[in-house]
């Protein structure tokens, strides 16, 4: 199939092109380079730089003719959110309304969604499954609850087909080091305690060891970036197949607390890794695992390399370099 994959020279994206590539589609990626790297584009893939946000030109781009679109273009950031929510809403939620009408003009059927596990705020039980109550805590899980509704109404009024894919903690690198592009300036657990493993930051904050947890630090579920990129394969080859939407969690099922995460990444690089423990994040809840049941039911999919050894070793793989160690 010929493949859009909007967001695709991101962390995630570039990960999701990577497994279409290896699947046999033509893959071309627009992105505007705002957090997305050239350094993560394939030789194999067409890359056009561009921004969700200019509709005219995304239509001319949709109009080149593709099967289906993948839309990871999206601003991830949950404090950030809170703090700046009209940046939330023009690029989250204006911009996929660009690429949903963009894509009704040029006839593009499949949409591939990157959705959230943001989308359900405090859990009321564990694991999470797709039946959980959605109520967002954060401006940046409101957007994507807000973005599949408007698929759902796209579904039923243009017969465009969707998969809202609800990640949890997107983690890891590619397992056979084909991806080497560092996020700039990430909040995120995996890559902060990498750069103090590498000596990028001094120290990891621990954002609260007073939760009713294993060791009182943040549970959450860490899913392997490849496990992510072979899910939205996996997605896609149902949307043809059914023609049906849906709406999957995609995790791990298993949970680790920021602790278990800077144990294991010291036993791995050899490194000390400073950490410091301060005051809760606000709106962090104790505990979040994912029930990824649908996702095995109708996509076949389960997690495949997302245990920590995994998780930290093949992200260690890629700092270890950047940093001549
Ligand atoms: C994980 C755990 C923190 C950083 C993220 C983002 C967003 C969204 C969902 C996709 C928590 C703790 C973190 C640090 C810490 N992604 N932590 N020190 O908050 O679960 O959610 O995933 O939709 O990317 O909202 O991920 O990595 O920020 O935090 O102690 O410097 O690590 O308290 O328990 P989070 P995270």
Redesign the pocket.
Same mark, same amino acid.
């Given at each position: 199939m010929k493949i859009l994959v909007i967001g695709g020279a991101g962390y995630i994206g570039s990960h999701v092109c990577r497994e279409f590539l290896d699947q046999g589609h033509q893959v071309t990626v627009l992105d505007n380079l705002s957090s997305g790297l050239e350094e993560n584009l394939f030789p194999e893939e067409t890359f056009i730089k561009g921004d969700i946000m200019d509709a005219p030109a995304l239509e001319r781009v949709m109009a080149q003719g593709f099967d289906a679109l993948i839309h990871l273009a999206a601003f991830? #950031?949950? +404090?950030e959110s809170m703090l700046k929510p009209e940046k939330y809403s023009v690029n989250n939620i204006s911009g996929t309304i660009n690429i949903l009408n963009g894509a009704c003009a040029a006839g593009i059927k499949y949409v591939v969604f990157?959705?959230?596990?943001?989308t359900y705020g405090e859990p009321k039980y564990l694991p999470i499954d797709e039946n959980h109550p959605t109520e967002p805590e954060?401006y940046? +899980?409101f957007t994507?609850l807000e973005i599949e509704r408007f698929l759902k109404w796209y579904d039923k009024l243009k017969g465009i087909k969707f998969a809202a894919l609800?990640?949890?903690? #997107?983690?890891g690198y590619d397992v056979k080091g084909r991806i080497t592009g560092l996020e700039r300036n990430p #909040?995120?657990?995996?890559? /902060? /305690?990498m750069e103090a493993a590498a000596g990028m930051r001094s120290e990891?904050? /621990?954002? +609260?060891n007073d939760?009713d947890t294993i060791d009182g630090?943040?549970?959450?579920d860490y899913i392997h970036v490849n496990d992510l990129a072979v899910g939205h394969v996996a997605a896609m080859d149902y949307l043809v197949k059914h023609n049906q939407s849906l709406t999957v969690n995609l995790g791990s099922e298993s949970g680790l607390?920021?602790l278990q995460?800077i144990d294991a990444a010291r036993k791995i690089t050899g490194r000390p890794i400073p950490a410091k423990i /301060?005051g809760?994040?606000p +709106?962090?809840?104790?505990k979040?695992t994912a029930s990824a049941q649908l996702a095995k039911e109708l996509l076949g999919w389960t997690a495949r390399y997302s245990d920590v050894d995994t998780l930290v070793r093949t992200s260690w793989e890629v700092y270890r370099k950047k940093a001549g160690l």
């Open positions: 991830k #950031a949950a +404090g990157s959705s959230s596990a943001a954060n940046y +899980g994507k609800r990640y949890f903690n #997107a983690a #909040a995120n657990l995996l890559p /902060v /305690v990891v904050q /621990v954002f +609260g939760y630090t943040g549970v959450r607390s920021v995460i /301060v809760r994040r +709106g962090d809840p104790a979040l």
